[in-house]
């Protein structure tokens, strides 16, 4: 799992790569934990396209990010999932909490 | 029709496993010549499965899980992942969507999302004595594309 970020007025976006399940969740958590504390964005992007693998270890880790964002007083979303993810996305329904936005 | 065919493996409860065993299971199924999306469900359902039995069945220790592997009528991929931990009290609930005893780590969503990415699910298990998973997933042949 790698994350590069993109912060651009109030808006900042993590870029998730490579493979996210229970072995990287925590230390993917604590990362964007920490990044969320450095930048005290308003948004918070999750940008998936690079994402190889996900599975309901991720789905823990994108709650966990919206629910932290709201009590920051902001807002958190999911953009361009690569499909598989997004047929996890899908079968979990957490687009209901969190929106997934597709192209720019 | 095709030979069939099986694998077996067994290995520790490490976290570090998961990627490994779903990554050998795409490689088995790679036979049956299953299209991207559907390696990416079997990979899926693989890595739910392993993560239980390392997350729930053996919580603060590590213990031994065995997966099994084999085409079963010519194209239906057959996964089998064994522990011999904890066990489940209540299976029914246990599958029930969100339903979990893992905190805040876990979304309780793995059990729905083998559900829905395999053609069967079946869960045994004892208290005490561990669980077995075992998940089908038809692969339907192609034509022409090779
Ligand atoms: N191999 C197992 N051994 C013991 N208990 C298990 C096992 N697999 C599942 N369970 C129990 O069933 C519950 C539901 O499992 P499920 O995979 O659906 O959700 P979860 O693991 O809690 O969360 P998620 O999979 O979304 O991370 C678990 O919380 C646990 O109590
Ligand atoms: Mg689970």
């Known amino acids: ?104 | 029709m095709k030979e069939s065919n099986y694998i077996k493996l067994e290995f520790p409860s490490r976290s570090s496993n998961e990627a490994f065993a779903r990554t050998a299971a795409a490689a088995f199924a790679a036979q049956l010549d299953p299209t991207l999306e559907e390696l990416g469900d079997i990979k899926t359902a693989v890595s739910e499965a392993v993560t239980n039995a390392i997350v729930h069945a053996y919580p603060d220790s590590i213990g031994r899980i065995a997966m099994r592997l084999r085409i079963i009528k010519g194209s239906t991929l057959e996964i089998s992942v064994r522990d011999w931990g904890k066990g489940i009290a209540d299976v029914e609930q246990a599958m029930t969507p969100l339903f979990s005893t893992g905190g805040e780590e876990r979304s309780g969503m793995g059990f729905t999302i083998m559900g829905s990415f395999m053609d069967k699910l079946r869960v045994r298990s004892s208290p005490g004595r561990g669980t077995t998973v075992v998940m089908q997933r038809f692969i339907s042949p192609r034509q022409g594309l090779r």
């Open chain 1, 1 to 104: 799992m790698t994350i590069n970020t993109a912060f651009n007025s109030g808006r900042l976006t993590l870029y998730l790569a490579g493979e996210l399940d229970h072995h990287e969740a925590r230390n993917t958590i604590r990362r964007i934990e920490e990044l969320l504390d450095e930048y005290m964005p308003r948004d918070c992007v999750l940008d998936l396209a690079g994402l190889n693998f996900m599975d309901s270890s991720g789905i823990a880790v994108i709650i966990r990010v919206s629910r932290r964002m709201k009590t920051l007083g902001g807002r958190a979303w999911i953009e361009n999932p690569a499909k598989q993810p997004q047929r996890v996305i899908d079968a979990s329904g957490i687009d209901r909490l969190v929106p997934v936005a597709v192209g720019k």
